[in-house]
């Protein structure tokens, strides 16, 4: 008897039942039931839209939905609905027949990533959406926001027309606009914005850090003539402060400016076929200083200059340019400003002058990017190059091995196997430029 109680209990775990989701979602694969249940039940409806290859949603699937609390709340609020959208060989009848609803869910809400986790009330009206992956606190959240219509986005919907939305909030509701393809609806919402809040409203109130990422998806919110532009333009450092973003300031200038002063201009040119001469340049760079200031025109156009030069492949006259600017500034102990003359040295000079003068001068500048960042195998690299280049073959491979090692020392191979082709070559005198 005891033996057969022993086996009875070591058999138990693999007769029960594996472990399911907790949530109870519906195989019903019409959409008209879904909404009669609802309507019955008095609950809304939650749509967890999921493909197949995506490893966020399984990992919801069996963290997150397997978790009694969830299920508990999901299960009172909600008749859940699970929307595959994408399909394979190995899909279920249940799954085959859901195949128009998720096309029409994937259609109507534009739904573009998963996992996506979509509200509607039990008319299949919208209420709240949600996308990527959430842990168990952070799903919970979202789904008790969804049925709060002071919070849910249906809720921000009608807060907007009812005008009702604060300054933050309509940035917070434009930005998420945006996120789900609303495009036509986000357009309204941003006009709106500019013309009640961005250019009479107080800058202290419109410049915080989400303003830099509303700019980032809607860059026509400002021209270079609006008064708010004026202030950043006058406030730099306050203005930085108050998005968080050092520099931002001399940034949004300098794109404003090149859009709607620099590139119609240039434009124009581009069109007749025509080039951009010195005149040109210097009535740009006039109206620009008339407007705002000698600094800020030396800083767009030389700007401006290196891209045009770069795209229409001007090469003499775009080094001429950009070492003019290294020589006027201190490079050495600005990284940032060592990597770009690093990339220029490589890109322009070394790739493209045969310039005996430029090259000494651009091995200059990479004798000293190198002393003071030893380190940087990149650098030393360009510097070995360039070195060759002028002939001086001993000198490029010595400094040539010191980058190799320290990629080696640093487990970098692909760039260590990049540099023995380079040793290979200037052993061989092969160019390395070509």
């Known amino acids: 008897m005891k033996k057969i109680l ?18 109870n979602f519906t195989d019903e694969p019409s959409w008209d039931k879904i909404l009669s249940m609802a309507k019955s039940e008095k609950k809304s409806i939650l749509l967890d839209v999921y493909a197949t290859w995506c490893i966020p949603c399984k990992k919801m699937e069996k963290e997150v939905y397997t978790l009694d609390s969830i299920g508990e709340y999901i299960n009172r609020y909600f008749i859940s609905l699970k929307i ?33 986790i979509i509200f509607l009330d039990s008319n ?11 842990n168990a606190d952070q799903f919970l959240s979202v789904c008790r926001v969804a049925t709060n ?24 509701y434009a930005l998420e606009l945006n996120l789900y393809h609303e495009d036509s609806l986000a357009q309204i919402v941003t006009q709106f914005y500019k013309k009640n809040y961005l250019n009479l409203g107080n800058p202290n109130d419109i410049l915080t850090p989400q303003f830099p990422r509303l700019l980032l998806k809607y860059p026509t919110l400002l021209s270079s003539q609006d008064k708010l532009v004026r202030y950043i333009y006058q406030n730099p450092g306050e203005s930085d402060r108050r998005v968080a973003v050092k520099g931002f300031s001399h940034q949004l ?18 069109r007749n076929n025509r080039p951009a001469t010195k005149s040109t340049w210097r009535s740009i760079k006039k109206e620009i200083e008339n407007t705002w200031d000698i600094q800020t025109a030396d800083r767009v156009i030389e700007k401006n200059k290196t891209i045009w030069y770069t795209q229409k492949k001007d090469w003499k ?3 001429k340019l950009k070492m003019k ?110």
């Not at 209990?9 to 472990?19: D, E, I, K, R, V």
């Not at 200038?253 to 581009?270: A, F, M």
């Not at 990629?407 to 052993?427: F, H, Q, R």
């Open 6 to 23: 022993i086996l009875l209990l070591t058999t138990m775990p693999l007769l029960a039942p594996a472990q399911e989701t907790k949530i």
């Open 84 to 116: 595959q959208i994408d399909s394979n060989k190995n899909d279920n009848e249940n799954i085959k027949k859901k195949y128009y609803i998720s096309k029409s869910i994937k259609d109507k809400f534009k739904v573009t990533s998963v996992p996506s």
């Open 124 to 134: 299949g009206i919208l209420l709240h959406r949600s996308l990527g992956y959430m």
């Open 149 to 172: 219509p002071l919070t849910n986005y249906a809720g921000k919907r009608d807060k907007f027309i009812k005008n009702l939305l604060s300054p933050s909030e309509l940035m917070d």
């Open 253 to 270: 200038l300098d794109y404003l400016i090149t859009r709607d002063v620099v590139k119609p201009k240039l434009e124009g040119k581009t």
């Open 317 to 319: 006259k775009l080094i």
């Open 325 to 434: 600017t290294f020589d006027d500034s201190s490079f050495i102990t600005d990284s940032w400003k060592a990597y770009e003359v690093n990339e220029f040295v490589w890109n322009v000079v070394f790739k493209h002058s045969k310039n005996v003068n430029t090259l000494k001068k651009a091995s200059q500048y990479m004798k000293q990017i190198t002393k003071q960042y030893p380190e940087n195998h990149a650098a030393i690299d360009t510097y070995a190059n360039v070195l060759y280049k002028l002939g001086k073959k001993e000198e490029a491979l010595s400094t040539e091995k010191k980058a190799l090692y320290i990629a080696e020392k640093s487990m970098l191979n692909e760039d260590a196997n990049v540099y023995k082709e380079t040793i290979k070559k200037i052993e061989l005198n092969i160019p390395t430029w070509q």
